[in-house]
């Protein structure tokens, strides 16, 4: 069990290994599930289960005002292009010549 927390310390390093430290001493999870990589004994801690969900719906309502905002303009207005491209390449008409693809997308 030690060995696998100084591997863990190493691979942290010694200030994020301190801070993991005072959590745990604060009874945020317990040491050993730490030393065994078991993130999912964390959450056995209801302050801390709260704290998870409570970012998580934090981070939930930021992508979807990202996403409402301007994500899915930027998204849809993006991929059009992009299959309209693909089909021209897959079928050997693409070109980067504006003239010319222009009349092959109004005309074709």
Same mark, same amino acid.
Request: aromatic share 10%; net charge positive; hydrophobic share 45%.
């Given at each position: 069990?030690?060995?696998?927390?100084?591997? /863990? *310390?190493?691979?942290?390093?010694?200030?994020?290994?301190?801070?993991?430290?005072?959590? *745990?001493?604060?009874?945020?999870?317990? @040491? #050993?599930? /730490?030393?065994?990589?078991?993130?999912?004994?964390? =959450? *056995?801690? @209801?302050?801390?289960?709260? +704290?998870?969900?409570? +970012?998580?719906? $934090? *981070?939930?309502?930021?992508?979807?005002?990202?996403?409402? #905002?301007?994500?899915?303009?930027? !998204?849809? !207005?993006? $991929?059009? @292009?992009?299959? =309209?491209? $693909?089909?021209?390449? !897959?079928?050997?008409?693409?070109?980067?010549? @504006?003239?010319?693809?222009?009349?092959?997308? /109004? =005309?074709?």
């Amino acid at each position: 069990n030690r060995g696998s927390e100084k591997g /863990l *310390a190493q691979v942290l390093g010694s200030r994020d290994w301190e801070r993991l430290g005072v959590l *745990a001493e604060q009874g945020y999870f317990e @040491p #050993s599930s /730490l030393a065994m990589g078991n993130a999912v004994s964390m =959450l *056995a801690n @209801p302050e801390m289960r709260k +704290k998870v969900e409570l +970012k998580t719906a $934090i *981070a939930s309502r930021r992508f979807t005002n990202i996403w409402e #905002s301007w994500g899915h303009a930027v !998204y849809h !207005y993006s $991929i059009v @292009p992009v299959v =309209l491209g $693909i089909g021209l390449a !897959y079928s050997g008409e693409f070109t980067l010549n @504006p003239a010319t693809l222009i009349q092959k997308i /109004l =005309l074709s």
